[in-house]
């Protein structure tokens, strides 16, 4: 047997075991996957003409479980998540490419103190604290494996150079988390679960947290918490950003709409136009 294999038809093989499987990027899939058995970033990849045969018993390994459905970061132990990368695995929710957006819209007014609840793997608070280096970030997170991660994550960024961020394990829901926050806050941003519950979803968001999707059966049973109390910690003129499912285009802005603590009340889609996400600003006290 040759030391070596074409790199290129390597990963052809690769990418028709992924497509006949049923995954639509299947050969950006076994680029990355190639990538990262052979050590180098997707860009340089087609300087590695060839592939030691030592490693392609691990490759195919990685390809199979791909096919199987297990997600591609769990598979890298990476997510590339806006201008950060970070740690992912078991036990953790991986961040989706259009959850960037709630940071862009944060980002495009005030952000000098930052809470993000339901932080999960820390996506969206570390990625504030990267774009933002002089802003105050708190991550709030209860579920005790994610908060594992998220303390990874967090060190590792903070390692990189970015800011700190405060983590804090609890129920983002509560009034005593961060209570000493309260009305001082710019900027609160969330990603939370907010699936119905009986919902079909894809195989590979089966590897997701339960608790990470799913939230009673119209999937606002933690939005409407959510929404009082991003409310106290807001200051007047905070603002408050999250994403829910698409069918929620009417019932999330209601949600707010229908508490006086909310003015300018605004949809948002995303990328592919799809009606994701909700804002609005802290009206004032009194």
Known sequence: MPESIRTSFIVAEAAGVLSRSG??????????????????????????????????????????????????????????????????GAGVFVPRPE?????DLGLAGPASRVVDLCAGSGAIALSVAHGRPAADVSAVERDPAAVGWLRRNAVARAAAGDRPVTVVEGD??????????????DLVLSNPPYVPVGTAVPSEV??????????????????RPLARRAAALLRPGGRFVFEHDETHEDDAPAVLTADPSWTAVTGHRDLAGRPRF??????PVG
């Open 23 to 88: 995954i639509v990027s299947g050969r950006v899939d076994a680029e990355i996957l190639a990538a990262f058995v052979l050590g180098v970033s997707r860009s340089r990849l087609v300087l590695a003409e060839n592939f030691p045969v030592e490693l392609l018993n691990r490759y195919r390994k990685l390809i199979d479980r791909r096919a199987a459905r297990v997600p591609l970061q769990h598979l890298t132990g990476t997510a590339p998540f806006r201008h950060i990368e970070l740690e992912m």
């Open 99 to 103: 959850t960037e957006l709630i940071v």
């Open 172 to 185: 983002a829901t509560e009034p005593s988390v961060l209570a000493d926050l309260d009305g001082t806050v």
């Open 206 to 223: 089966d590897h997701d947290p339960d608790q990470a999707l799913y939230a009673g059966t119209d999937g606002l049973a933690l939005i």
């Open 278 to 283: 909700t804002s609005a600003i802290r009206a």
